[in-house]
């Protein structure tokens, strides 16, 4: 069973501070890796991707890769209360990427 | 990024009526979509992987009878919910792989659809 695991949350952090989001998958082949924001009542966002180990920063965004322990994180510095949504953790699986798994999804909350 | 649309964005039927979604890729081609459905409070759970020119690959669990998908075109995929019942009103949201990179998905906007 090919599995991507996150906290539900809801994980909340005040106005300013930084946002720690942690995904953990199963299959030790997975080569891409993506983090979506989805709004209540609204279609996932697609915030970063990331391939290779190591931190990839966009603005506020930082997505940290460890393919050894098989685990992808998200970083969010002066989050902000639009910031809050739910963080999808997707990662492509299988050895020609055909298999794209999302996780249950981690409720961040930003408090004014 | 790549633009995906649906429509209807918002539908309200009887039931035991058949109800169609598009899924449309804009600005791009689209040689596999893929359908989901979201319950409240609930995560993604991938209905079926709809590959233009062929039959699309249903997930367990997901009755092909049921949820009919087209995908005739590098531009367009469709779900039809056939005999609808208030148990399939959910969020139903379709992306599409994009040609740039195939590993990403771009997501349509969604379409919620209830079933009274």
């Known amino acids: 069973q090919k599995e991507v695991e996150q906290n539900s949350g809801p994980l909340s952090v005040p106005e300013g501070a930084i946002a720690s989001l942690n995904c953990t998958y199963s299959d030790r082949g997975s080569q891409s890796f993506f983090w979506y924001r989805q709004y209540s009542g609204k279609s996932p966002e697609l915030i970063m991707s990331?391939?290779?180990?190591g931190d990839k920063e966009d603005g506020r965004f930082t997505a940290q890769l460890n393919k050894a322990s098989q685990y992808v994180s998200l970083l969010i510095r002066d989050s902000q209360p639009s910031d809050s949504a739910t963080y999808l953790c997707?990662?492509?699986?299988?050895?020609?990427?055909?298999?794209?798994?999302f996780g249950p999804g981690t409720r961040l909350s930003v408090l004014p | 990024g790549a633009v995906v649309s649906q429509h209807p964005s918002r539908v309200i039927c009887k039931s035991g009526t058949s109800v169609k979604i598009e899924c449309r890729s804009l600005d791009f081609q689209a040689t596999t979509m893929f359908w989901y459905r979201q319950f409240p409070k609930k995560s993604l759970m991938l209905m079926a992987t709809?590959?233009?020119?062929?039959?699309?690959?249903?997930e367990q669990g997901v009755e092909k009878d049921k949820f009919l998908i087209n995908h005739a075109s590098l531009t367009l995929s469709t779900l039809t919910v056939t005999s609808a019942h208030p148990e399939d009103s959910s969020f139903y949201i379709c992306?599409?792989?994009?040609?740039?990179?195939?590993?990403?998905?771009?997501f349509g906007p969604g379409t919620r659809l209830t079933v009274l």
């Open positions: 709809s590959n233009e020119g062929s039959k699309a690959t249903y």
């Open positions: 992306s599409a792989r994009g040609t740039g990179n195939i590993n990403e998905q771009f």
């Open positions: 990331i391939y290779s180990n």
């Open positions: 997707a990662v492509n699986m299988g050895n020609y990427g055909q298999n794209f798994v």
